[in-house]
């Protein structure tokens, strides 16, 4: 048992990570040809504009379909429909909490693709200010807000209907996942309607904003994701999670710089147990890059699968360095 | 390895003050205490030959003097140099840099000044081609223009007054890249990744040497001597990274196998202390000494001569050169217990850290007369480990020996206390 | 007869304490340190013997404190003089109903000792690496005004002016200061009273370093001296309780823990 324990711990959660999303990837890009279908509540952007090769559905979508319905409706028989599918969404969520955006996003793999062509090129990544920080953190909930709120007009009477899915609509997966099974579709301007138009309009330049955005700064979409808004708000029952034993912190400040969120309580709250934040997308860089015994640690239903150990800290920063041939010194 | 006591021909060095002095406490170290573990004789060899014999350093490269472990020493390795920490310890020097300082300053910035007025800033060491001060206490950012004085090259390592905000961690990121490029002109060499790569994988693997012997004193009883741990850190100011890693790793060997045996360095019952405050540097290893010699041990230090020079490891996330520099500036940092830093709760939560590890059961507190910081922070460390029921023993003293009688009673009585706290308990 | 010995070897003079099987005090002895100490305590402690007639086999331990501690290779163990004094002040604070603090004036240094209601040491302080505030301290001023060391009571008392104010703590400079005050044409009683106003601050300082507590016992050689006792008590605002024998609490103590060292040891033998 604490064999396996120390091989866990030693993981290179770079690798594993990596293969990983491949794998999430695969299920929520190309399932839908392996004939899986989880459903219509995923906690992910498994995208339902990629008709044939999803493996599930975003909850977005449906969630802004059920918030469209009309109020007589919404708040009668057609609200326990709602509830039943945000019931399913948590269900799925609680499993994984926000690791579903660590893990399992696609838009999120694309991402740290992009990060890891960017560092192959030696650029350097961007970092927001403090106060950038603070600011840019509240537009997901905006974001989430009006995903909400303007379906819910359409119900009310006092949107029109084209608006029926605005979040999709400027939503840079529509574009680019269907991409991934040949549909190129998405990526146009829809000119039916003015409504459509602005909104598809938006969408592509969203996209644009998503690549070269992700090329800059990492995970640079994330900060703005009204679905990692949503997951926080359900995070509180989540099974995984991530906790941190402030006595055993030194403020090194190490999971701090390797955080793609820049989330700095990470290193300077040595006071909250559960220090998993809004932003926060359980990648567990942050458990890998901790040199101190248990200061991080990886938890199931509150039992630890993965800590910080300082022999973890060692295989993974130091030994595949000390492989390379040193160059000789004089 | 070389024999502790090899008599060679006496050279004029050896009847200097300084050697004398080094001598004296070598002798205490090795002949005062039994069993001294086999793999220590590197090291008091070590000084021996450098600090008794003034032999020379055998190290090859630009040397860069640097006066705090601010300075990222990998760096220094990037670019072909190679780092000598000048902190110095001697009472002898300590009097030669009174020349500089107001009266009541720390014995360890006027010792260092002392030694860098003379022609070898450590016996057999020569002068470094550059000497790094980075602006920490206002004793030794003063200092840098006394020692420029001298006609060294000084190069003002610019330190923030704080580390708490993230403006202190950009200001000093951008200072550890302009002193990267400083030292590359010094050595013409350029900064690549694959250099500074390979001087982080030398110092990982010092570092991983520390800490695996730094765990090794956490056994009960002790498998290890304070004042032999003291030595070993003290030798990192100024010996080879590779031979003393390696000779580190054959003593965490032969630790090992003391644990396996059963071996015991000191008393079951010895009070187990852990030393916090002004840095004991060779030869000035008067407090741990003592307090070894009156049957307590030191297991743990919170100090910049040991623990926090070695302790804390850089983490990085793209491996490449930007990145790196910035990690090596944080680390730098970010850990930094010193009381230059405005506020100091993490060196409160550090030694209760320690302590509680460690099983500690008491705290020496050394400040140097004059380090005003270290003074002030007396209080707030003594009161946060009072809350904790863990007994503090608060010393100013400084380089000379003339208070070793009434502080050998302190710390005896201090121990005592400790004995009698113990056995009500049990 | 079994007795147990405790020798407390300080830097200005050597007292020896013996105590009977139940730890009554039998006898003390206090005599000059001297350059030859170790010669000097080991007469000491043969003269004390002599006078009570005791053999020097019935002496079944002796523990050694007080800076020659470590020297004095006869005794059977040495403590340092802070457990030695508390151990002492807490058995013979009994009989005034028990003290918790102990004020100790000895020749260089002074000390405040906080103790527990068993006699542990809680808390201690002493002052820095400097003779201010110590026996020393009075040794050099008696010498400048010409009085002897057991006039300054006296002299304390019936000063013709209220006591002045020595300013330097440091013992060099306090003489130059003391000699251009008598220059100024000031009487001895009120620099006498002066210069225990002086030490009595530093002293109270040093003790409330470690926390106050009732009582305030008081010991050391200077304790003998009734003006600074008196000084003392006026800048703590309280009473203090001084021995009878103010200079052998230490050596008492010792000898107390060797009887209690003695009678364990035999018992972890039986």
Redesign the interface.
Known sequence: MSKLRTTINNVDLKRFRFWLQIGFFALFVYGGYLAINLGNSLPTFSCAFNQDGRGGVCFLMPLQHLMGTRWSALFGWAGLGVLTAFLTFALWFIVLNKAWCGYACPLGTIQDWISSLRTRLGIRSGRYSKPQFRSLSTIKYVLLALTLLIPLGIGGGYLPHSLGTPFCDICPGRMILPLFTGDTSQLTIDFSSRTAMIMTALGMLITGLFFTGAFIKKRFFCFFCPMSALHYLFSKPALLNLRKEGDKCTRCGDCYRVCDMQIREIADDVETPRIMKDDCILCFKCVAACPEEGALKVTFLGRTVFEATEEGFNKRMNQGETCEQPEHQH | MNSPNINTEPSAFQHTRQAREAEQTLDQITDRFDDNPKAMDYFYGLFRRIYCRGEALQREGTLVGTTCIHAPEELIYAVGAQPLRLCNGSYHFDQAGGDFMPAKSCSLVKATLGVLSTENAIPGGGRPELVVNPTTCDQKKKASAMVEEMGYNVYDLELPPGKESEEARLYWQRSVRDFSVRLSKLTGKKLTRSRLKAAMAKTARAQLAFRTLHNLRKNSPALFLGKDAFLVTNAYFFDDIDRWTEAVEQLNEELRAREASGYQAAQRKAPRILFTGSPPIFPNLKLPLLIEEAGGVVVADETCSANRMLYDMSAVDEWRLHDMVDALADRHLKTCTCPIFTNNLDRRRRLLELAESFNADGVVYQAFAGCQVYEMEQRSVAKTLSDKSIPMLYV??DYSP??M??L???I??FL??IK??KR?RS | MSYYAGIDIGSTAIKVALVDESGQLTGTHVTASGSLFHKNAKEALGRLLTEHQIAADEVRYLIATG?GR?LFKEADDS?????ANAIGAHEAGKQFGGVRTIINIGGQ?SKAIQIDA?G???N?A?N??CAAGTGRFLDVAARNLEIDLEELGDYHFNADSAPLTINSTCTVFAESEIIGLLANGHGKGAIVAGIHYSIAKRTVRLAKRVGIEDRIYFDGGPALNRGLVSAIEDELQRELVVPEHPQTTTAYGAAMLARSEYLSEREGDA
């Open positions: 100013e003293t003339d208070d009688g009434q050998s009673t302190r005896e009585a005592e206390s009698t706290r009500k | 800076y470590k403590i340092s003089e802070i457990t240094d068993d542990h040491v809680a201690f002493m820095d690496k």
